[in-house]
């Protein structure tokens, strides 16, 4: 009866707090793969993660540095554009304030890129602060490939697909430069709450 299997179900969206959830979303427990091409294999050997742009020098760390880097857990709900959100997503990563500590740079602007070729934008006080993450891990294990491992943006405050998958580095940019998505009709910025979906909303 579907009233016994409900439990089993998990979370509906009934019985979630309607002021978690941003308009025109509805609430799931899977965790969808929406990719705009394959997923690249890039071995942790190779693997590097790269700040560039409008910095004196520029930083890098390998697979091994960045893994020792401080690292936290984080739980967000996550909102993607095509209308689901997952509530209390669990992710462990590298704070991207960690990752810019010390550098001086007059850059406004930041361009996530990554394996494979996708590039998303945003302004630089939107990853600064506490409010993006280089992830390494979901509910407790490796990031899956098909999830952007080994590491993966999380901009949770965005829609998800300002969370470049594969993610390899961070351009910094005086000049606001549109990303993938952002070049093919989607939002420049991107807020849920806003319901920043497409370009003109
Ligand atoms: N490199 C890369 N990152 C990406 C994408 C992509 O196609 N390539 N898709 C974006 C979109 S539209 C969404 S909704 C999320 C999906 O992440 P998921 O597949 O882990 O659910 O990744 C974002 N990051
Ligand atoms: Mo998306």
């Given at each position: 009866?579907s009233f016994?299997?409900r439990g089993?179900?998990?979370?509906r ?6 002021a ?5 979303q509805?609430v799931?427990r899977?965790?969808p ?5 394959p997923?690249?294999?890039?071995s942790?050997?190779l693997?590097?993660?790269?700040i560039?742009?409008e910095?004196d020098?520029p930083?890098g760390w ?10 936290e ?6 909102h993607?554009v095509t209308?689901w959100?997952k509530?209390d997503t669990?992710w462990q990563g590298?704070?991207v304030?960690?990752?810019l500590e010390g550098?001086e740079?007059a850059a406004e602007?930041?361009?996530q890129?990554s394996?494979?070729g996708?590039t998303?934008?945003l302004?630089?006080?939107?990853v600064t602060?506490?409010k ?5 891990a979901?509910?407790?294990?490796p990031?899956a490939?098909?999830h952007?491992?080994?590491a993966r ?6 829609y998800?697909?300002k969370s470049?998958?594969?993610?390899r580095g ?6 606001d ?5 952002e ?12 319901e ?6």
């Amino acid at each position: 009866m579907s009233f016994v299997s409900r439990g089993f179900r998990g979370r509906r969206t009934a019985d979630v707090d309607p002021a978690r959830v941003p308009p025109g979303q509805y609430v799931t427990r899977d965790f969808p793969v929406l990719s705009a091409g394959p997923t690249p294999h890039t071995s942790l050997e190779l693997w590097d993660f790269s700040i560039v742009g409008e910095l004196d020098e520029p930083r890098g760390w390998t697979w091994e540095e960045f893994r020792a880097l401080p690292s936290e857990e984080i739980t967000r709900d996550i909102h993607c554009v095509t209308k689901w959100s997952k509530l209390d997503t669990v992710w462990q990563g590298v704070s991207v304030d960690t990752l810019l500590e010390g550098i001086e740079t007059a850059a406004e602007y930041v361009t996530q890129y990554s394996d494979g070729g996708y590039t998303t934008n945003l302004p630089l006080e939107d990853v600064t602060g506490g409010k993006a993450w280089v992830v390494f891990a979901y509910d407790g294990e490796p990031l899956a490939p098909e999830h952007g491992g080994p590491a993966r943006m999380l901009v949770p405050h965005h829609y998800f697909w300002k969370s470049a998958k594969w993610v390899r580095g961070l351009q910094l940019q005086s000049t606001d430069e549109p990303g993938f998505w952002e070049t093919n009709g989607y939002h420049n910025y991107g807020d849920p709450w806003q319901e920043q979906r497409y370009q003109g909303d």
